[in-house]
Each structure stands twice: as structure tokens, then as C-alpha cells.
């Protein structure tokens, strides 16, 4: 029996010159026991001060932060993920190098040259497992034969698994999205886990959302849709959610299972650690009625339309009524009908959906000056 051991979103201290009151202890024998520790570095380790410009913060870790991924035994690190990029290409070539100088594999970056890492095969016990890392697409996916992370898209993930099924015995794919907070995937994220395990995927583990999420076993295949943090300092105002996410343990015999286990990450401290009982068993019934949920098509849905409804607002406002003019407007009855008007949201809703003009209006932005 193979037991690989999946973490969330892990992001060592920016400014960490020692690991000193960093505590992994609680969850020792578990990082132990397990033949592979994998985990998302969802920050370069950079001493770059040259951020990405792009929208949303922009985070990095210390060099020495590849520390912390040594003190939990990370093997494999999954660097398809919205950060990092967010020191361009030298921080990621750093990244790389820091972790491969330290014996840490990594996956999910795609380039032309020697940075080319969109997949890793690792051999444990005798058995081949092949390891694939896709992100959804933001600033830190490029173009076509530019360095950047490995953006997830469905002939490419078709011709991945295809490519990897001659020369492994399982696969695992690692997938980077969903909406921050929210603790439920998207009907069409469903769909897209649903899709990577027909082609062939024998599990399917997902993180970004710094919330957990519920599991499904699809054709008899773990889709974890997500673990949260593992090893995030929170930013200011975070929910208490932020603190706690699951690690998944995926054992490998004659078929493939999966076992999740709560923990507390940096709360009290740099700790991770296993919640008091009475807690773990409240997470592990929410995780039971968020799986309930996803298993149910129709109600999924509902509880998606709700969320964009409410939550969605904010980031419609910004894309529709951007300047403080437009705002103004808003508030007088008579220039309201030319600010808020359905003939402007029905293109807009067009362009978003049709990928002809989508793409048209991507490149026709991205000619233009930042």
C-alpha cells in the first residue's frame, strides 16, 4: 500500500531568517507515515523586490522559507497557482532552483526551455505515479511558449493524461481554482473534475479557495475539490475560516481512497495542528453535508446562483461602474438609464461567454499601456 499525503495552500513567512516557534509536531507520525508529501507553494521563494503588475497582491517567501517545506517533508510542490508568478520569471526560476537544490520535485510550470516542468513521474514501491498540476487562468498563466504556470485547458489535459497513461500506473492530478471563500466548487468546476478523471485521472486533489470543500467519489475516484491552507499566515480580517483545512490522505492498492483530516493552521502561531475533538468531528459533518451537496446536481446549482447573486456584486460593480463619474451617475434617477443599462449588460455578457470576443477583447487590453 502507497500513502501519499496531499497539503493545502503553503506559504512560508516573508521574512523568515529561522524556522524558531514553527510547530509541525502535532501532525508528525502523520507526515511520517506517508511514502510522498505534496503540497501547493503558493508563493515564489524570491529575494526579488520586483513585483508583477497585475491585479491582487502580490506575494513572495524567503528563500530560507524552503525550511519550512523541509520541516514537513514536502517531496512534491505544485507551483501551478495564482502567486507564483508574482515576482516574474527570475523569482520563479529561483523557486525552482531552491527547491530542486534541496530535493524538492516540482510541477505545474510550462515553458520552452530548461524551466519546463508541467509534469513529474515519481516511482514508489515499484509503482509509477505520474503527477499533473493545472491552475485556472490568471496573470501567473502566459502565452503559448512563455514561462508561467500551467493553465488548465482540455486538450492539453487530454494529451497530457493520454501521454502519461504509456508510462505510469496511476495518476494524480492537482487542480488550482475555485472562488475564494466560497466552500462549494462551481457547477462547471464539478464538471471539469468529472472530465480529468474520464480521461484517466485516478484522483483528482484541489486548493485555492483558503476554505475546505466536500469530496465525491466519481467512478469509484477520490475529487477532493479542495483542502484549504496548510501554512498561511492570514491577512488582516480573515475569516476563521482561513485557519482551518484538511490534509487528505490518498492510499494506493488495488484501487485508490481517500481519507481527510482536519487541522488548525496558524492560529496560534506557526502551528499546524489537529483541532480539539468536539471540532474535528463539526468539520468533518460539514465536509459530509458540503459532499451531500456536490452529489446533488440541482441543489448545487441553486446554492451557486444564490452565491453569485450576492457575493458577485462587488466584482460586477467594478467591471461595469469603474470611476467614481459612473458611480455618481448611479445616483440620479435620470442619468442612471445610460450608466446601468440592459443593452450594455447583455454585450457584456456576450463578450464574457463567447470566446471569439472574449479573446478579442483580451488581446485588443493587453495592446494597450498598464
Known sequence: MINLLFSGDFVPPDKANETAGADFSSIRELIEGSDLHITNLESPLTSSGEALIKTGPSIKASPRGVEYLKMTKVGLACLANNHIFDYGEGGLKETIEICEGNGIRVTGIISGDYLNRRSVIIEIKGVRIGFLNYCEHEFSVRERGMTGAYGFDYIDAFNDIRALERMTDRI???YHGGNEYYHLPRPDLKRDFHFIAD?????????HTHVFSGIEIYDGKPLVYSLGNFFFLPFEEEPESWHEGILCRLSIGESVSAELIPVIQCKNGLRVEFPAEERSKEILSEIRFLSEVISDAAELQRRWELYTSTAGTGLANQILYPSRADKLMLRIPWLRRHVD???????????LRCRSLEQLLIGNLKSRKW
Open 341 to 351: 443599462n440592459p443593452a450594455r449588460l447583455r454585450s457584456l455578457i456576450n463578450v
Open 199 to 207: 480521461l484517466g485521472a485516478d484522483a483528482v486533489i484541489g486548493h
Open 172 to 174: 494524480i492530478v492537482l
